[in-house]
């Protein structure tokens, strides 16, 4: 398989992802509508969950940065890194985001910003301590693909679907126990079919859309190492780094945090994410834990990778 269609296959499972997304939303959304009777409610949940997932979306990179302490990156304090990133810049034909980072051992890296011309990257200080120049530019080209291939947008489609079935989800579930009835004292939804369907999609749907959250951020990684490989034409930089961090038996990051998570290039959690004492590059993790997961497994990336041609 070669770099151009790994490419091209993960973009079509990621769309068809978002569209079985969309059908989960308007699932749920029908229900809700035909027990209550009145679709402006609908359309107050979609208003609620778009504006703070907006105001996340905007804020995003202030946020991010100030949650895990990031410091700048200047060209006069630290040349010869700030060059690396801006000659991939170039490269990648990107605009220069801005660099930063972060005092902690454990080796990671992240992207953030709402487009392009407002990205943010950042590192760990333990990445730039265990790995070499080579290696270094195979995670600064992730990042960068990640900025390229407009990941943030994605993401926050994600998140805003998801807070809007949850909160359907909820005001279905709501509605069972208060204000059930209308001003009648007849039952809003006669219909018991409906309101059988609306409670199972109710409990149901949330966990569903959450984990189509999760596979659309994994599929992004895939996604991401190929599209760095093709930007530095060097697979093997990017494996070799992700070999180091396997290995690496580092604790988590100090400042991570479940809703930052899927940002890292890898876990932020450890090596031990399970918390079973055994590093999960020395397991393989079961499908429920994988289901549930970020990332996709760094034998996984590593062995897509290997099978990548230049």
């Given at each position: ?120 990257v950042a590192v760990t200080s333990g990445l730039l301590n265990k790995l070499d120049r080579s290696e270094l530019e195979g995670v600064l080209a992730h990042e960068l693909a990640h900025i390229g291939n407009r990941d943030m947008l994605v993401s926050t489609v994600a998140v805003v679907l998801v807070g809007f079935v949850s909160i359907l989800s909820d005001m279905f579930m709501r509605s069972l126990w208060f204000g059930g009835h209308n001003r009648d004292g007849e039952s809003k939804g ?121």
């Amino acid at each position: 398989m070669t770099i151009y269609s790994n490419q091209s296959s993960n973009i079509r499972k990621t769309w068809l992802l978002m569209a079985v997304f969309f059908g989960v939303v308007i699932g749920i959304g029908f229900v809700v509508s035909q027990y209550y009777q009145d679709p402006s409610i609908l359309y107050i949940a979609v208003v609620f969950s778009i504006g703070m997932n907006f105001i996340s979306y905007w804020f995003s990179d202030k946020i991010v940065l100030a949650m895990h302490k990031a410091k700048p990156v200047e060209l006069k304090s630290n040349p010869e890194l700030f060059r690396i990133l801006e000659n991939l810049t170039i490269t990648a034909g990107l605009p220069m985001p801005r660099f930063f980072v972060i005092e902690d051992p454990a080796p990671n890296a992240f992207a953030t910003g709402r487009n392009p011309e407002h990205a943010v990257v950042a590192v760990t200080s333990g990445l730039l301590n265990k790995l070499d120049r080579s290696e270094l530019e195979g995670v600064l080209a992730h990042e960068l693909a990640h900025i390229g291939n407009r990941d943030m947008l994605v993401s926050t489609v994600a998140v805003v679907l998801v807070g809007f079935v949850s909160i359907l989800s909820d005001m279905f579930m709501r509605s069972l126990w208060f204000g059930g009835h209308n001003r009648d004292g007849e039952s809003k939804g006669g219909n018991g079919m409906v309101i059988i369907i609306g409670i199972l999609l109710s409990i149901l749907a949330p966990i569903f859309a959450t984990l189509i959250h999760l596979a659309i951020s994994r599929k992004r990684e895939f996604l991401a190492d190929a599209s760095a490989v093709l930007l530095t034409r060097y697979p093997e930089g990017l494996v070799s780094a992700l070999k180091k961090i396997s290995q690496h038996d580092h604790q988590p990051i100090r400042t991570a945090t479940n809703a930052t998570a899927h940002l890292f290039f890898e876990n932020p959690f450890g090596a031990d994410a399970d918390g079973d004492g055994v590093p999960d590059h020395k397991q393989r993790a079961p499908w429920l834990a994988r289901l549930f997961s970020t990332h996709p497994p760094i034998e996984d990336r590593i062995k897509a990778l290997q099978g990548l041609k230049v």
